[in-house]
């Protein structure tokens, strides 16, 4: 089965801790983003990476941080400098070019407190 | 700035009924276009897309949308909704940045089927 994964579904810190949030894909996608959810906001841009090796900052970079040293894999760390960690993360991946849809992830739930 | 509204938080429709969601976008040059639907706690699946050519996409689950040049707008439509369709809806449009580019979403729309 190709796609994305995303874990844990769920996951809770206490605050001032770090935190890394795992995003794998199989269906060979150069490029790779981050969003964040909340309610009534719709997706915010995290992070996002059109080839390994490479990334760029989205709307919302500050206090998280991505590597992207495979191609398959992109992971996000929430560090303790995110004001206001919790939130829904999503993770999506799409082919190179500007037409083509982007395949998300089941998504990793984030409680702080 | 580029950007995409939709400009209502819910829409109800009775099952059977027709049903519209709207989107307008503000982007320059042309505009890549991407309706996407969101089951509660699951990921963003992706509906449809209008890329070039003939203004009426068809896509998955039997949705389809309308690409209006003049009125910026690209409204998803299905001609019989079900129940099953309640759900968040978000619209997207494509900002080109290097070859791919990023997506930018709309606020989201729910949209709730009653029986």
């Given at each position: 089965?190709?796609?994305?994964?995303q874990?844990?579904?769920?996951?809770?810190?206490?605050?001032?801790?770090?935190?890394?949030?795992?995003?794998?894909?199989?269906?060979?996608?150069?490029?790779?983003?981050?969003?964040?959810?909340?309610?009534?906001?719709?997706?915010?841009?995290i992070?996002?990476?059109?080839?390994?090796?490479?990334?760029?900052?989205?709307?919302?970079?500050?206090?998280?941080?991505?590597s992207?040293?495979?191609?398959?894999?992109?992971?996000?760390?929430?560090?303790s400098?995110?004001?206001?960690?919790?939130?829904?993360?999503?993770?999506?991946?799409?082919?190179?070019?500007?037409?083509?849809?982007?395949?998300?992830?089941?998504?990793?739930?984030?409680?702080?407190? | 700035?580029?950007?995409?509204?939709?400009?209502?938080?819910?829409?109800?429709?009775?099952?059977?009924?027709?049903?519209?969601?709207?989107?307008?976008?503000?982007?320059?040059?042309?505009?890549?276009?991407?309706?996407?639907?969101?089951?509660?706690?699951?990921?963003?699946?992706?509906?449809?897309?209008?890329?070039?050519?003939?203004?009426?996409?068809?896509?998955?689950?039997?949705?389809?949308?309308?690409?209006n040049?003049?009125?910026?707008?690209?409204?998803?439509?299905?001609?019989?909704?079900?129940?099953?369709?309640?759900?968040?809806?978000?619209?997207?449009?494509?900002?080109?940045?290097?070859?791919?580019?990023?997506?930018?979403?709309?606020?989201?729309?729910?949209?709730?089927?009653?029986?």
């Open positions: 089965d190709g796609g994305i994964t874990s844990p579904k769920y996951l809770f810190r206490k605050e001032g801790q770090n935190v890394t949030l795992s995003c794998e894909q199989n269906l060979n996608h150069d490029a790779m983003y981050w969003y964040r959810q909340d309610p009534g906001q719709g997706l915010r841009l992070y996002y990476s059109q080839i390994v090796n490479d990334f760029q900052k989205g709307d919302i970079a500050e206090g998280y941080s991505v992207r040293e495979k191609k398959e894999s992109f992971p996000l760390t929430v560090t400098a995110q004001k206001n960690p919790t939130a829904f993360y999503l993770c999506a991946s799409s082919t190179q070019g500007p037409t083509y849809e982007q395949y998300f992830g089941p998504g990793t739930r984030l409680t702080v407190t | 700035a580029q950007s995409v509204a939709q400009p209502e938080d819910q829409v109800n429709v009775a099952e059977g009924n027709p049903l519209t969601v709207k989107c307008t976008y503000s982007v320059s040059g042309n505009p890549y276009l991407f309706w996407y639907v969101q089951y509660p706690n699951r990921g963003l699946q992706f509906l449809l897309k209008y890329i070039t050519g003939d203004n009426l996409v068809k896509g998955s689950y039997g949705f389809e949308a309308e690409f040049k003049s009125q910026t707008s690209f409204h998803l439509k299905k001609p019989s909704a079900l129940v099953s369709d309640s759900a968040l809806y978000f619209c997207a449009v494509r900002v080109l940045s290097g070859n791919t580019g990023k997506l930018i979403f709309g606020q989201g729309t729910t949209l709730q089927v009653k029986p």
